[in-house]
């Protein structure tokens, strides 16, 4: 353990002073400090990595370690599926599966896994639950390409990789090497081996590349604020008010660039798109200005399940999902889910017949894994695939941070 550890030093170091950078704090006792106040009472949440192992397999190994596995009670509340006052009274030692996500199981608070031998062989990964939204909400078709768009360190990546069962391709792009590293470490471990991983910025990608060609979804989970993680920049409005207006002018410009840039490739079909901010200006308005950059894109319901949907105060958001820290006791995330009318085919080396753009529509219809999604309601169906082609709109949009003053985090719907 302790050779394992001193072998992985120097990326742990990187990782400790990334998160610390994150959390605007200069030590890690400082940065223990501010997290074990907060996270000390939310759940903790489990991914199975079902490329390892099968759920049940994992709840069993969990019982036989002296986990106790509690029987999930259904409620109602707001028109929406949602267990959370269970989940609230989980015990430390106990858990639950999850109501929501198939693959994901939920402990009580306090309980600590970091030491658990699933989880030293990435066969549980411990992952929050929001951050699992954008792979389920992708709801990628078994078998097909698609494209992680800055995938670094690779827990949604694995996890795209994992709901395609190990089929079909995930490139995934990040541009910062060390990151890239722990990526390709983890998803060796993880056993993604239907993902390529390389150094790239996405928004240099070419979406004429024929290695691309085939890609029908894309998860863009880019660079953000990071203002919904608890315990880093907190929830209180006083806190808010210190954050950094021009940041957030900037990396709302590159998330709406980077989700334009996924807009062009010719084949996608569907579109995850998601922060953990809480802010307006990197979600609702970064959705808003792309889908009239490119109005053949529509949003989809996404996770319709989900009870707290975006500010209702922007058209369309109610398709949208927000995760509120404090109601929701997981950290603050945004997801949107695209699809497009029209998918603009381009000619594939294999199915092009001179002049037009033929398409395989047995290749785009809706595989079982996504029917039984459908049916859990966690998916609805698919856009017509459709063999027009059209250029795509990259007017520039530039989004305004409202004054600092009038910001606001969106606190809608909490209760
Ligand atoms: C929010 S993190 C992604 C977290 C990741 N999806 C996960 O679940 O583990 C954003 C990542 O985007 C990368 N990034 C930023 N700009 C990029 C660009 N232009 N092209 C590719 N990656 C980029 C950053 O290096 C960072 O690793």
């Known amino acids: 353990m302790v050779r394992a550890v001193a072998e992985q030093e120097q990326q742990l170091r990187a990782a400790l002073a990334d998160v610390m950078h994150a959390a605007g704090v200069e030590s890690a006792r400082e940065l223990l400090s501010t997290r074990s106040r907060v996270v ?33 009670k259904e409620q109602e509340s707001n028109g929406a599926r949602w267990g959370g006052m269970q989940t609230r009274q989980l015990k430390r030692g106990e858990f639950i599966e999850d109501e929501h996500l198939s693959d994901l199981l939920v402990f009580g608070p306090g309980t600590d896994l970091h030491d658990h031998a699933l989880v030293e062989k990435a066969a549980v990964i411990l992952q929050d639950k929001a951050s699992c939204f954008p792979a389920h909400a992708l709801a990628a078709s078994q078998g097909s390409q698609v494209i992680d768009a800055c995938a670094a360190p690779g827990n949604k990546t694995s996890h795209v990789a994992a709901s395609l069962s190990g089929s079909g391709k995930v490139f995934a792009f990040d541009l910062n090497p060390r990151r890239l590293k722990l990526m390709k470490a983890r998803l060796k471990q993880a056993r993604a ?64 660039q980077a989700l334009l840039h996924a807009f062009k490739f010719p084949a996608v079909r569907r579109i995850s798109y998601s922060t953990c901010s809480i802010h307006d200006e990197e979600n609702e308005h970064v959705v808003e200005a792309a889908l009239k950059a490119d109005p053949r894109w529509k ?24 995760v509120d820290p404090e109601g929701d006791m997981m950290n603050g995330f945004f997801v949107a889910c ?28 809706p595989d079982s894994k996504y029917q039984k999604r459908k049916a859990m309601g966690w998916v609805s169906e698919p856009t017509a695939i459709d063999t027009e082609d059209s250029s795509t709109s990259t007017a520039a949009v530039v ?17």
């Not at 991914?47 to 509690?70: M, P, W």
């Not at 920049?233 to 806190?239: H, I, K, P, R, V």
């Not at 949003?299 to 927000?322: D, F, M």
């Open 40 to 72: 000390q009472d939310f759940p903790r949440f489990v991914r199975v990595n079902t490329l390892l192992i099968s759920k049940e397999k994992a709840v069993a190994q969990f019982q036989h370690d002296g986990f106790t596995l509690c029987q999930r």
């Open 193 to 256: 081996v239907n993902v390529e991983a390389r150094m790239a910025d996405f928004l240099k990608v070419s979406t004429d590349d024929p290695a691309y060609a085939r890609v029908e979804f894309i998860l863009l989970d880019p660079s953000c604020s990071g203002s919904g993680m608890w315990g880093t920049q907190g929830l209180s409005e006083e806190a808010d008010e210190g954050a950094d207006e021009s940041r957030l002018q900037g990396l709302a410009e590159f998330q709406l």
């Open 299 to 322: 949003l989809q319901r996404c996770l319709p399940q989900w009870h707290r949907r975006g500010n209702p105060k922007i058209e369309g958001a109610e398709n949208c999902v927000r």
């Open 338 to 365: 695209f699809e497009r009318d029209a998918p603009i085919l381009a000619p594939m080396p294999d199915q092009t017949t001179k002049g037009t753009h033929k398409v395989d529509r047995s290749k785009n219809a």
């Open 399 to 415: 989004i305004k941070a409202p004054a600092k003053k009038k910001r606001k985090k969106n606190r809608q719907g909490i209760t």
